[in-house]
């Protein structure tokens, strides 16, 4: 009877601490359903039929990436939406997300180092008419997007390119035609990515890392039987 006493309350303490865990969850993912159905809506409207499972796991997969992404755009100091509406104007231009995330990096510590001892990037800067100072105090993106304005106006291609290479190191090299595209190029490429469902905004970040938090707490529940 012991036996019997204590597994009777160790399986209420254990539904007790499940049905918390669920509640939790379940508040959690339903303010995601709402990113769920527009990224379904979206993949319907291109047209693109799926089964349930597949779905299922590439909205696991596009959870995961977007967590990623919000993490990276937290540690370039720039908005996970800009961020977002970037790599998109990267990958349409021949380039990839991850040499436009080195690349912000890269610049964010030129831009310092110059505005504080000068050298070769502040004088490259000078030469397409930006200040290093000015750039260093702006958003990494903002920045990017002044450079790249600056950049597309560069007639000679040979001096285009030693200012891109001062400015953004040897990943600059690839970035080449996205950095031409100038601020209306950007701003058509971030378009597109809203139209697309690509770009997605700090609010829908924060639900997808709640809702992954909360798959945790329902994984750790159900460890606990």
Do not use: Y
Not at 129 to 140: F, I, Q, S, T, V
Not at 149 to 156: F, L, T, W, Y
Not at 175 to 191: C, H, S, W
Request: aromatic fraction near 4%; hydrophobic fraction near 50%; charge should be negative.
């Amino acid at each position: 009877m012991a036996t019997i006493a204590t597994l009777d309350v160790l399986l209420r303490a254990g539904t007790a601490a499940f049905n918390a865990g669920m509640k939790s969850a379940q508040n959690t993912l339903k303010s995601f359903q709402s990113v769920v159905s527009s990224v379904n809506s979206k993949l319907a409207a291109l047209g693109a039929g799926i089964s349930v499972g597949a779905f299922a796991a590439i909205t696991k997969n596009a959870m995961e990436s977007i967590e990623q992404t919000a993490n990276l755009a937290d540690a370039l100091n720039v908005s996970v939406e800009s961020l977002t509406e970037l790599q998109h104007a990267a990958q349409m231009s021949g380039s990839n997300a991850e040499t436009l995330n080195n690349a912000l990096a890269k610049m964010t510590e030129t831009l310092g180092d110059a505005s504080m001892k000068g050298g070769a990037a502040a004088q490259a800067l000078a030469a397409i008419g930006l200040d290093a100072k000015e750039l260093a105090n702006m958003a990494p993106d903002e920045a990017f997007r002044e450079i790249s304005e600056a950049i597309s106006k560069v007639q000679n291609p040979a001096q285009r390119l030693s200012v891109i290479m001062d400015l953004f190191g040897k990943q600059g090299r690839q970035l080449a035609n996205t950095l031409m595209l100038g601020k209306e190029g950007l701003a058509d490429a971030a378009e597109e990515a809203h139209r697309l469902g690509i770009a997605f905004s700090a609010i829908d970040a924060a639900k997808v890392r709640a809702a992954n938090d909360a798959i945790d707490r329902m994984r750790a529940v159900f460890q606990g039987f």
